[in-house]
């Protein structure tokens, strides 16, 4: 969701402190994605603060059956600056789809998107992912 | 390429495919993977995100972060408390239903624990009994010992004995009829708390055509009317009255000599 290590991290910990706040004052929500959306919108705000990407127009490949291979001698750091660059909503649906922590439905609840615009952001994610290991001839 | 035909929700669906097969909880999303899974376009999508996902799994995390986490999954698993399982609606119906059901079969049971040879029939004349009006008996002011002659004398009925310890009460009226079965049943009003008294034939088996016995006194109750019935000589004698086993029993309980 952040770029940024040390961003992430300083959400990470308001966002556990909130939460232990209000454990300790029995105010804990019922639902049990709460921790999750909070800690999203977090990520958002923080985000907001950040110098922004100028739009811009991405390739768009179709996945190859190779395509595996070209992401396993990825470095993770690459993936995780790709993901953070991507625009929202389609940046929460990559880090929750890859996290793979969630179903579709549960993402759908966290992202506040309907079925169709996730399937849509996912699989436009995919064609330029692809795109952009093409590019870089992963 | 093959690429099976998916309408537009299962195309949808199959793109927000889980990566682990674990999350296929969901039936349309089952369905459109095993339409999809046909597709080599859907396999692609599949190794890529399994691929991403490995990867996903492979960033750092800084030691400070991962202490957090003691667990293996970020999402805490509900886990079934007594409390929810009470509080399921689908649980609850069938927890009512086997109330239902339990107490319907102990009802039926302690019914059957009261059965006797000749109980449906006792029933059935707590029902005439509870609705019969004197006017409808012939008026006859004796003892109800005497009648078991009147009985024999007048419509061929053998021992229509009535019990020694009914013998000595003064009657107001007494009929004989058939029921629906063709057996003749003598009924006596007894002037004692209205009181009447009903002698008909005992039941015999179907096969050797023997009087089914039982000893001593039975209770039954039907419609406020509760009843104590005695088996003699092949001829079953009950005694019957509104009110409750208490108000009959002292009558049976000290046979007179």
Not at chain 1, 25 to 33: I, S, W
Not at chain 1, 71 to 93: F, T, V
Not at chain 2, 24 to 32: E, F, G, L, N, P
Request: hydrophobic fraction near 45%; charge should be neutral; aromatic fraction near 8%.
């Amino acid at each position: 969701m952040l770029g940024d290590p040390v961003k992430a991290q300083e959400v990470f910990h308001a966002t556990l402190r909130e939460a232990a706040q209000r454990a300790a004052h029995g105010e804990l929500p019922e639902e049990p994605f709460w921790l999750f959306r909070d800690a999203r919108w977090r990520c958002l705000r923080a985000s907001q603060t950040d110098l922004q990407a100028e739009p811009l127009e991405m390739d768009e490949q179709e996945v190859t059956p190779d395509a595996s291979s070209q992401i396993e001698s990825l470095d993770p750091g690459r993936l995780a600056i790709w993901i953070s660059n991507a625009p929202e909503p389609q940046r929460s649906a990559l880090a929750l789809y890859y996290l793979d922590e969630f179903d579709y439905r549960e993402i759908l609840d966290l992202a506040e998107l309907k079925l169709s615009e996730l399937s849509r952001l996912l699989a436009l994610g995919r064609r330029q992912f692809q795109a952009w290991l093409n590019s870089h001839a992963i | 390429m093959n690429t099976p035909r998916l309408s537009r929700r299962q195309r949808a669906l199959a793109n927000c495919a889980p990566i682990t097969e674990e999350r296929t909880a969901d039936r349309s999303m089952r369905s459109a993977m095993s339409r999809a899974c046909s597709g080599n376009e859907f396999v692609a999508q599949q190794k890529f995100d399994r691929a991403l996902a490995a990867l996903v799994q492979t960033m750092p995390i800084p030691s400070e972060t991962a202490e957090w986490f003691s667990t293996k999954d970020l999402v805490p698993v509900s886990k079934w408390t007594w409390k929810k399982i009470v509080r399921n609606p689908a649980a609850l119906a069938i927890g009512i239903a086997l109330v239902v059901i339990a107490g319907v079969l102990v009802f039926q049971f302690i019914a059957r624990l009261n059965d006797f040879p000749g109980s449906p029939t006792a029933r059935k004349l707590l029902t005439i009994a509870s609705s019969t009006r004197p006017v409808l008996l012939d008026p006859v002011n004796t003892d109800a010992g005497t009648l078991s002659d009147l009985f024999f004398m007048k419509h061929g009925l053998e021992h229509y004995d009535v019990p020694v310890e009914f013998a000595d009460f003064k009657t107001i009226g007494c009929r004989v009829f058939e029921d629906e079965e063709s057996r003749r049943i003598a009924q006596i009003w007894l002037a004692e708390k209205r009181m009447q008294l009903f002698l008909f034939p005992a039941e015999r088996d179907a096969k050797t055509g023997a009087v089914l016995r039982f000893p001593g006194w039975r209770y039954l109750r039907q419609e406020g009317c509760v009843g104590a019935v005695a088996e003699h000589n092949g001829v079953c004698f009950m005694a019957a009255l509104h009110g409750r086993d208490k108000d009959l029993a002292h009558y049976v309980a000290k046979p007179k000599e």
